[in-house]
């Protein structure tokens, strides 16, 4: 498949999943790895093997691109009673840097409707020399509240720049994606780094980078099944080189090449990745991502789909 940048768009209109998350904070505020050091960092992963609680959560980026396509606003309120009553346990949204105490409303959000604080999703200019500290600093700031509020998990996808990064870059990006994720560990959070097809150009370079200049210890892996092969890399490879850095999953399926309504079979064999998750007692936070793209058939609502795709992670996941 050649690489191409994400279509992450629809037949109403274009909003990137950036944009999309920019906008999100308001959203929000108003309805409210394989060594020695791995086995110590992911001590806590494994108290819960073979029994850990599955928990299953949903990306709050395709509700937002339904609302867009239905000419609705987002009601992250409604989005969260909708999970509730389908079945799942978490909704995981953008995390808010600029205001953190809105984070803390969020889980407040999500327990008092049923659900819990699991996962939350950013960015950074993590490549930049004269910025990476200081956005270092500031999302750390922003995740001691996370902490405190009971989140475990942040996923980071480093911010693209329309080009190939520099070995330069990526070496920057890499030393603060380390400084990142020790900061997180020592707030009891786990740092996921999270990709699109960007990173995956080039053989992966970039994907392949973030991962084999860090320490497993601090730098996780948050396996957005999908993008990953879409990038061309299989998930069975992928999680035979850096399964063990998996701290959280975004599942998402494909039919020929094009977005599925639901999660259910398709491209990606869930089968094979859940026997491997299975087998390797991987950490069993699944998020499911629905998401629509040029082709996208829409045939039911997005509340059927999510209960639907429930239904498929039960199946797929958990028997």
């Not at 475990?152 to 400084?179: F, H």
Request: charged letters at 25%; one cysteine or more.
């Amino acid at each position: 498949m050649s690489i191409q940048t994400p279509a992450d768009s629809i037949s109403r209109g274009t909003q990137s999943r950036r944009d999309f998350l920019a906008r999100l904070g308001a959203v929000t505020a108003l309805g409210v790895a394989g060594d020695a050091s791995l086995a110590t960092s992911l001590a806590g992963e494994a108290a819960l093997a073979p029994g850990q609680k599955t928990l299953v959560g949903s990306n709050i980026y395709g509700w937002g691109q339904y609302a867009q396509r239905d000419n609705k606003k987002l009601d992250a309120a409604e989005v969260i009673s909708a999970l509730r009553d389908t079945g799942y346990d978490y909704l995981e949204s953008n995390m808010d840097a600029a205001h953190p105490e809105e984070n803390a409303r969020f889980a407040d959000q999500l327990r008092a409707k049923g659900l819990q604080p699991v996962s939350l999703y950013t960015g950074g200019r993590f490549h930049d020399a004269a910025q990476a500290g200081g956005v270092v600093a500031r999302l750390l700031a922003a995740a001691k509240v996370c902490a405190q509020a009971g989140f475990a998990v942040i996923s980071c996808n480093p911010d693209p720049i329309g080009r190939d990064k520099t070995d330069e870059e990526l070496k920057t990006q890499a030393a603060a994606l380390e400084e990142f994720g020790k900061g997180l560990d020592g707030l009891g959070l786990k740092l996921g780094v999270h990709n699109h097809t960007p990173e995956m150009a080039n053989h992966a370079r970039e994907f392949h980078y973030n991962f084999d200049h860090t320490s497993p210890a601090s730098v996780g892996f948050c396996f957005d099944v999908h993008w990953v092969w879409k990038g061309g890399v299989q998930p069975l490879d992928a999680l035979e080189q850096y399964g063990r850095r998996v701290v959280t999953w975004h599942l998402r399926q494909s039919r020929q090449g094009i977005w599925w309504e639901d999660l259910d079979t398709g491209d990606i064999d869930y089968a094979a990745v859940a026997r491997y998750a299975k087998a390797h007692q991987l950490p069993r936070r699944f998020s499911v991502e629905l998401a629509l793209e040029n082709g996208t058939k829409i045939t039911r609502s997005v509340i059927e789909n999510h209960r639907r795709s429930r239904e498929f992670v039960r199946e797929v996941f958990e028997s």
